[in-house]
């Protein structure tokens, strides 16, 4: 069941990744361990973040033709 | 003894594969099941995968499992993040497969499907993966730099420019083209025209609904977007049906680009959540879905190929592309085999996000042999067609005429047997008033998915819906990249004149937005709608022009990493680099020179363009222009190929020349150059 488990995890953060999302279990234990000074962005403005680095601003493409 | 033992159970894959190669190769007169090509194809992977890319990651590049990865040493949570392989192998695979490796392959069918075939294998394992591989492990020990910023270090600050201009040039000439292939598909569709336009409102809904309503809840939104989009393909038929409705969704090839065009530019300034983002959600799921689905339709079904293995076109006279096999299909053929493109990807986020080093591998060449193959099965998708449907659905119209009578006397007289009645019924089944002169590749490879499809699930009664489906999901996908790569020259453009004018490169200025986007819509926006109004359909003349400018980039990463090889004072090994990049370069620049050059008016912009200016001296005017002005269009637009050409090829030689020269510097210095950040060791137990 646990294996179950895992796998459907992974393919939830496969398929959110695809789509420039990455992980945001991740990012939450990242920020709480490395920075407990620092502010948690919530899950929207996480995914409004994520968009602003997928979509704009450094000027490479984040998918092919 | 262990040793062989080890190698034992390969060499039965190799010999699988060399047997269904030889099959496919080999076999003539006879219609050859799809499964041969798809064995041969699983098992040529196989094989290089185990040993080539091995090769490569343990001799060449030394691959370090003990060396700390950017992910790691830099992790954010948010860019740097180590990633399980698994994982990132779905996002790279995700970002580097797109419209390209379902379209070269459909086109060069009409030189049978070996040439297609052969080079897809042979260019995947020895260019391809080697060129996505080597430039993901290159960014990874430089913390994720792009190529150009690469280029830069490693190659000088002027190589540097050079790539970023042709960079820009490139993503103009792809996102004409690509819109091009959505104009092909949809003209004189209301069907396909309906579902498409009906994606708009189903984005913002999606866009809305994820910002306002549940946010956050990008699985649930997709969900309930692509149920929506099932819907519209239902409604679709309807529409196309009524008689009040149906016309209103009939637009010429014409008012299509407008339309295109307009939407480029509105869709590229609003906010990414209301609009991009949930399109990119659809059409990233839609696309995994149908190369899943594709691949289990083909496995189930197994169909027969119809198209011979090699046809008559090979020498050059075909009616999809002009030109012979070389150059001109390894240029037609770019993504799926090498395609440039994916050096750009290969050094954005995926470097970011690698665990260890040595998973480069997998995901670098794995990813890329995954393309291949998603390529191999656009190919047997469309030689699973009837050569004569084949032909009819993509030759320009000013060779086969307009009427299904006409079409299957002139297709029959080149040998591939058809009738009125065949092009006839099959438009009616996918529910189109024709399918002639639908070039651009997707719509042939709509109606092989709809084939084998429909075989599998709903026989004839849904060949309609998965014809549609299919049609939809790759416009889809190409409006998606048409914003999106607007959007990455608009930020180009910026930075190219705020290095004149620091105030432009404000990404908030809107004066600036607007002038960079209008800059960039009206580049691909001309090339787009000089390729509708061409005699030849478009496709004609600038698929091989995107292919030349995609498969010099392919060049340039090449070059770039033969540079750094050197630099790292491993040129015993540069000859993994070195064979492909002259291969391509070969390629490219001979296509290239014919492209400008050849004295055919069907190859070479400037014979095209004399021929053209001969008739307008004389007062005549020659078809598809109707007055004087129409003809001196054509001249111009045949120029302007003709300097975007030479413009690719200026850009590929100066960074052969700067190439050459850092390959020199770095050979006779003893000891290595690269500029590598540095090296730190794991420690015991890694953290994150």
């Known amino acids: 069941m646990d294996k179950f488990f895992g796998f459907l995890k992974k393919f939830r953060q496969t398929a959110h990744l695809m789509v420039g999302l990455p992980d945001y279990e991740t990012y939450v234990r990242h920020q709480k361990d490395k920075h407990p000074d620092q502010p948690v962005l919530d899950r929207s403005a996480f995914i409004a973040e994520c968009h602003k680095r997928r979509y704009g601003g450094h000027g490479t493409p984040s998918r092919c033709c | 003894m262990d040793g062989i033992k080890k190698h034992f159970g390969w060499a039965l894959v190799g010999l699988i594969g060399a047997i269904a190669l030889g099959v496919v190769a080999l076999e003539r007169g006879e219609s050859i099941n799809a499964l041969w090509i798809v064995v041969a194809a699983l098992c040529t992977y196989l094989i290089a995968y185990r040993y080539y890319s091995l090769f490569i990651a343990n001799r060449v590049l030394r691959l370090d499992a003990g060396r700390i990865t950017p992910a790691v040493r830099l992790n954010d949570g948010l860019d740097y993040v180590p990633t399980n392989r698994h994982v990132l192998f779905g996002h790279h695979f995700a970002a580097i497969a797109g419209a390209g490796p379902l379209v070269g392959p459909v086109l060069a069918a009409q030189m049978g499907y070996l040439p297609g075939t052969l080079w897809l294998l042979a260019g995947v394992v020895l260019a391809g993966a080697v060129q996505d591989f080597i430039v993901l492990f290159l960014s990874t020990r430089r913390d994720g730099k792009s190529l150009g910023e690469m280029v830069r270090s490693e190659m000088g600050a002027a190589a540097g420019v050079i790539v970023q201009a042709g960079i820009l040039l490139i993503m103009i000439i792809l996102l004409a083209v690509l819109a091009l292939v959505v104009v092909k598909a949809l003209a004189h569709s209301p069907w396909g025209v309906f579902t498409v336009a009906a994606t708009i409102p189903i984005a913002l809904f999606m866009g809305l609904y994820s910002r306002y309503v549940r946010p956050g809840r990008v699985g649930e939104v997709s969900l309930i977007g692509v149920a929506l989009l099932m819907l519209s393909i239902m409604v679709g038929g309807m529409v196309a ?124 060449y794995g990813a890329m042999l995954t393309e291949s193959f998603v390529a191999i099965m656009a190919l047997i998708a469309a030689s699973v067609l009837e050569p004569g449907i084949y032909f009819a659905m993509n030759s320009p119209a000013a060779l086969i005429g307009t009427t299904p009578e006409q079409a299957a006397a002139v297709v029959s007289s080149w040998g591939f047997a058809v009738t009125p009645t065949d092009l006839e019924l099959l438009a009616k089944q996918v529910g189109e008033s024709t399918i002639l002169s639908r070039t651009g590749g997707a719509p042939t490879l709509a109606v092989g998915m709809a084939h084998i499809l429909s075989t599998a699930i709903g026989g004839e009664a849904l060949m309609a819906f998965w014809y549609h489906f299919a049609i939809l999901f790759e416009a889809l996908f190409i409006l998606t990249t048409i914003d999106a790569g607007t959007r990455v020259c608009r930020f180009m453009i910026q930075d190219f004149i705020g290095t004149a004018v620091p105030r432009f490169k404000q990404t908030q200025s809107w004066t600036a937005n607007i002038i960079a986007t209008t800059i960039a819509v009206a580049g691909w926006g001309y090339i787009l709608y000089q390729g509708v109004r061409d005699p030849l359909g478009g496709i004609n003349s600038l698929w091989p022009l995107f292919g030349i400018s995609n498969q010099m980039l392919a060049a340039i990463a090449l070059i ?112 290595p150059t690269a500029i590598e950040s540095s090296p730190v060791a794991v420690e015991g137990a890694r953290h994150g």
């Open chain 2, 241 to 364: 049906e009524s008689p009040t409705w149906g016309p209103i969704f009939t637009l010429k090839g014409e008012t299509l680009a407008l339309a295109l065009i307009g939407y480029g530019f509105v869709a590229s300034v609003i906010p990414v959540w209301l609009l991009l983002a949930p399109r990119d959600y659809l059409s990233t799921f839609l696309k995994i879905g149908t190369i899943v689905g594709l691949a289990i339709g083909i496995l189930f079904v197994m169909p027969e190929l119809k198209m011979p293995a090699v046809t008559k076109f090979i020498d050059g006279t075909g009616p999809v592309f002009s030109g012979s096999a070389f150059p001109f299909l390894f240029i037609t053929i770019a993504c799926g085999a090498v395609s440039g493109f994916h050096s750009l990807i290969a050094s954005g986020t995926t470097p970011k996000m690698l665990e260890t080093e040595p998973q480069a591998r997998f995901i670098g």
């Open chain 2, 560 to 671: 770039l990493c033969t540079v750094v090889l050197f630099k790292m004072k491993r040129e015993r090994y540069a000859w993994v680099t070195i064979v492909p990049a002259v291969w391509i370069l070969i390629c490219t620049l001979t296509a290239g020179w014919q492209k400008l050059f050849h004295s055919d008016p069907a190859i070479g912009f400037l014979s095209h363009a004399k021929k053209f200016s001969t008739a307008l001296d004389a007062g005549q005017i020659l078809a598809p222009a109707h007055s004087m002005a129409q003809m001196q269009q054509i001249i111009t637009n045949a120029y302007v190929n003709a300097t975007l050409c030479a413009a690719f090829m200026i850009v590929v030689l100066a960074m052969l020349t700067f190439g050459l020269r850092r390959i020199y510097t770095a050979y006779v210095v003893p000891h």
